[in-house]
């Protein structure tokens, strides 16, 4: 990927090709290598010997993943493609970020090469044959070398040899130019019983998961605390969103890691847009902010947590009281999460907490039990139309092509990790509240993991109840 600011890094292209390789408008800075530096560009390199290094630990849990695919899909040819750079605009692309189930069935995460593919070919009664094709790096006496601003290594840095990524991920390799498709092969993504299956596959997590988990859980937790440290100065930048984007992302990338989404830093009436990411508001002592960010560590876990804190270090009485509320309905699906229950149990039971408050409070123009009920009810899902919790792993919302039976009407097993977030979300301009309510969005979001009896709250460290966050944010400013 080139920039558009400086002509000294455009990519340039052989003299030689110069009028026939690019589209005329991709020529306008472009000047043609003079003789001697095609002469003498091939040559002068030291030998790069191949590094193999042991197996990563990811590479054991991988295996056995692609042993149940193989099983699921018996003399079928499987392409599980990575995925390429994707264009942000003209020629800038977005980071590169690999296909969650290429990477789950891989162990190639956050260094996975652009383009490769993962295929399964079958191998008789064997099962089949499994080969991840990538682009190895490029002979110094091309041109993709020091003239391709997308893949060369004088761009964007040297890839990894074929012999390394294969020990590294105890999987044979080929050259990408090797690959070849084929008519009657199943592509992840294009065929829904193959996508769907490597989905589910990701339901109940490993040891070696849970644990990504856990330590991307940790450091979302050092990064909520920045946030909590740095409210005074927040206050005082005019778009004290941005700031709180900032300092989270900061985190992420101090201690070496990324994010798995936008980060949502939502001040007074904007915690009220539930996947606010605009981030341009100010941050206002008397508001509450939502923030609701997840750091994702190297592997590709990513945490998802949100906390609602008041920007001043106290709540105000009606801000307490949504905020409790929204705790209690936490708490209650908390209450029920064990293996055997159904994972809509979870969100019924959250939301049952937040009709009878809202009944109480005078909200709704029908009694809770109304509300709650599966076909005349839903008066109160006005103030939180979100479900209560999402699998998480290495995506946010993990196992999105999961079959309803095997998600929300499925059983809970050991080993799943979700998140637990109810919320209440009464806009500027309801009219159906009374006014001192309008402006309030509240979200407690927790990650939690199902054990063999119950589950254990990953982010159990970082402050929930009213009286903690303000206690913490008290600490904070001592
Ligand atoms: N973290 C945003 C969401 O769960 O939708
Ligand atoms: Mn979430």
């Known amino acids: 990927m080139s920039t558009n600011d400086s002509d000294t890094i455009a990519p340039e292209t052989p003299a030689e090709t110069v009028g026939t390789a690019a589209p005329a408008q991709n020529q306008n800075r472009k000047q043609p290598f003079p003789r001697g530096f095609l002469d003498t560009i091939s040559t002068g390199w030291a030998d790069r010997p191949e590094q193999t290094p ?83 790096r490029a002979d110094r006496t091309t041109t993709e ?58 339901l109940v997590k490993d040891d ?3 644990a990504q988990l856990r330590l991307a859980v940790e450091v979302t937790a050092r990064g909520f605390d920045d946030i909590v440290a740095d409210l005074p100065r927040i206050i005082d930048t005019p778009r004290g969103e941005r700031a709180v984007e900032g300092i ?37 002592p008397g508001d509450l902010i939502l923030v609701d960010a997840g750091v994702e560590v190297d592997s590709l876990y990513t945490a998802d947590i949100t906390r609602t ?54 909200l709704l123009p029908v009694t809770a039990d109304e509300a709650l009920d599966a076909d005349r009810g839903g008066q109160h899902r006005r103030y939180m139309v979100h479900g209560t919790s999402h699998h998480l792993g290495i995506d946010v919302h993990d196992c999105a ?28 301009d309801d009219l159906t509240v009374p006014e001192e309510y309008r402006g309030i969005g509240v979200r407690i979001e927790d990650d939690v993991l199902v054990t063999a009896d119950g589950i254990e709250n990953l982010s159990a460290g970082i402050p929930r109840t009213a009286d903690e966050v303000e206690a913490w944010i008290a600490r904070a400013a001592r």
């Open 208 to 210: 070696y998961e849970i």
């Open 54 to 136: 042991p197996a990563r630990t990811q590479a054991a849990y991988a295996a056995p993943r692609r042993d149940a695919v193989s099983a699921a899909f018996p003399g079928r040819r499987l392409v599980i493609p990575a995925g390429s750079f994707k264009q942000r605009s003209n020629d800038t692309d977005y980071p590169f970020r690999a296909h969650s189930a290429f990477s789950h069935l891989t162990g190639w995460a956050s260094d996975a090469v652009p383009d490769s593919v993962l295929v399964f070919e079958p191998a008789g009664d064997s099962g089949h044959d499994v080969t991840l094709y990538l682009r190895e």
């Open 309 to 362: 804190l008041p920007v001043s270090g106290t709540f105000t009485d009606v801000q307490r009281k949504v905020y409790e509320t929204v705790r209690e309905a936490a708490d209650a699906a908390f209450a029920v999460a064990k293996p055997g229950v159904r994972f809509r149990a979870v969100h019924e039971a959250a939301m049952a907490v937040i009709a009878r408050r809202t009944a109480e409070w005078g």
């Open 401 to 428: 092509q999961a079959r309803r039976e095997m998600y929300y009407d499925g059983l809970l097993e050991e080993g799943m990790v979700f998140t637990i977030e109810p919320g209440l979300y009464f806009q500027i």
């Open 248 to 284: 989270f992302h900061h985190r992420a990338r101090i201690e070496g890691n990324g994010e798995g989404y936008d980060t949502i830093a939502a001040s007074g009436p904007h915690a009220c847009y539930l996947h606010w990411t605009r981030n341009d508001g100010a941050v206002v």
């Open 145 to 202: 070398f020091y003239a391709d601003a997308t893949i060369g290594e004088f761009w964007i840095g040297p890839r990894p040899a074929l012999a390394g990524v294969a020990s590294d991920l105890g999987i044979h390799t080929s050259h990408l130019d090797a690959f070849e498709a084929r008519d009657g092969d199943l592509v992840l993504d294009e065929d829904d019983e193959l996508t769907r299956f490597v989905s589910e596959l990701r």
